[in-house]
């Protein structure tokens, strides 16, 4: 069956209509309850310097911590380096927001003092609802700490051998953990926005997005045979596409199931 590309029209339409994106104080209460949203953080914050090409690269092959940190301090001098990096969205320009909201991250490339040091920080900026999709950190565990007064979902499935969900909701200075390589969410349960401050332990975390990079980016044949060949998904059958997905290894793609005459 090939449902793939409906399939895969259906979960990149839920992947833009998921994250997140900004909008100017309006209320609303046309439809059902009223929400509210809001220009996320400080709309005159300056965007934060880009760093000339070349300056991580020389600060990692530094040969002492205090020469690297001579580089810095002449590049901060200069203008060329910020010892502060702005997490509104207004100061990273960089960054595209999906209808949710969006993730400001301070990684070494646009923060280089944190070259050597392993760590970096993101602003999570969520718009009413605003789900951050489920997504790893492959290089990073996250601490994430909720700065509004907001309520936000959070939960993370661990690894093969441990795949229950640990999921908790926290409220306004109270954080979890998301450990790394776990497949992890935040949603922002209340109708107007909500921002968290994470930190994670490397200086060049990544982020991979699961339902994007699985179901939008692999080759489709792939996803079909992964997913059990779905015939059609929506609302009212997800609960049944979930039972036909199978375990690993599936199968294997249609093409070679019909060459090797084994029924799916
Ligand atoms: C929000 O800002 C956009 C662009 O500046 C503008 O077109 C729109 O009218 C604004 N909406 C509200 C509700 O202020
Ligand atoms: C409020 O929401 C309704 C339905 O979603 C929409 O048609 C209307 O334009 C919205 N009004 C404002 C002021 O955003
Ligand atoms: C959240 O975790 C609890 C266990 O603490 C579990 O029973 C529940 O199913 C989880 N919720 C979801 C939506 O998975």
Redesign the pocket.
Known sequence: MHSTTFLVAAFAAAAYASPMGPSNG??????GPSYTTGLLGNPTAAPNPTPNLGVVAELLTADSTVNRFRELQAEIAAGDVSLKFDFNPAANPGVTPGMGGQVDLANRANFPILTGLGISAAGIFFQPCGLNTPHIHPRATEFLTVVTDSNIFSGFVLENGLTAEFNTTLTQFQGTVFPQGSIHFQQNLDCKPAVAIAGLNSEDPGASSIAQNFIVNLDADIVDATLGFPKQIDGSNFAQFKKNIPLSLAKGVEECLIRCHIPY
């Open positions: 309006s209320q609303n209460s046309t439809n």
